[in-house]
């Protein structure tokens, strides 16, 4: 079996944990990251994050961490997560170790991984400010849920995600390239294989990270094969051996 990945980046970490149960991949991307100049708003998160008042420091990813981060003087998140009076929440079990290892203290992980589940999870407390540094496309759940309820959400904007020009050499060719089945891990990535492989369905199971992804996957007219129960590259791999039959 051969699974097509085409994330931005970090597909060799799906790459490794689906070969060690015997599943082929390659990577070919379908999306483009891009970095947004926005120092002052970089600058300006990690101020209200120091300020005395509680609050909730959300990251949906791993790229709005690292992009955020590396706008910022160095040292500056290091020196300002340990200490803030602040709620930690991250969408992702690898996001969230990444957050610990820049000196948060707890993060909250929701069960389902969704940003809708984090916002609700948020929404149980009293109102208090929301910092979410984030990507262009990123998912709207938390700036359009939050508001409502009394929270204040205050989003940057560090990279922009966007589909690769020109289309990626397997656009078209999955067959040719001995494609079984293609990995996709967010809406922005459901969007741009479907537009660049309208006639694919047919011949090509479909793997979502997560249930975001797939609910946005059936909107565009496509059913999944499989939906991971957890986004997490390990369990995702043995998800796809067992579904696919997969020998160990």
């Not at 970095?35 to 120091?50: D, F, H, Q, S, T």
């Not at 929404?123 to 990123?138: D, H, K, Q, R």
């Not at 001995?178 to 969007?191: C, E, Y």
Request: hydrophobic share 45%; glycine share 6%.
């Amino acid at each position: 079996m051969k699974v097509l990945l085409v994330r931005a980046n970090r597909n060799e970490v799906d790459c490794d944990a689906l070969a060690t149960v015997g599943i082929d991949a390659v990577i070919d991307p379908y999306l483009a990251i891009t970095a947004v100049p926005n120092r002052e708003g970089a600058r300006a998160l990690v101020a209200k994050l120091e300020a005395p008042e509680k609050k909730w420091l959300v990251i949906t990813s791993q790229n709005a961490l690292e992009f955020w981060h590396s706008q910022l003087p160095v040292g500056a998140l290091e020196h300002a997560l340990p200490e803030a009076h602040a709620h930690y929440a991250a969408l992702g079990a690898r996001t969230a170790a990444l957050l610990k290892n820049l000196g948060a203290p707890e993060v909250t992980v929701p069960d389902n991984n969704t940003s809708q589940r984090l916002a609700d999870i948020i929404a149980m407390g009293p109102p208090m400010p929301v910092l979410l540094p984030s990507g262009s496309i990123s998912m709207k759940a938390l700036p359009e849920a939050l508001p409502p309820k009394g929270f204040n959400v205050y989003e940057e904007v560090f990279y922009i995600t966007e589909a690769t020009h020109p289309a990626p050499p397997s656009a078209g060719n999955t067959e040719q390239w001995g494609i079984d089945a293609v990995l996709l891990r967010s809406p922005s990535a459901a969007r741009a294989f479907v537009e660049a492989n309208p006639l694919a369905q047919d011949s090509l199971s479909i793997i979502c990270g997560g249930p975001t992804t797939a609910r946005h996957l059936r909107k565009l007219g496509w059913d999944p094969a499989l939906v991971s129960p957890d986004p997490e590259p390990t369990t995702l791999a043995h998800a796809v051996a067992e579904h696919f039959g997969v020998p160990s």
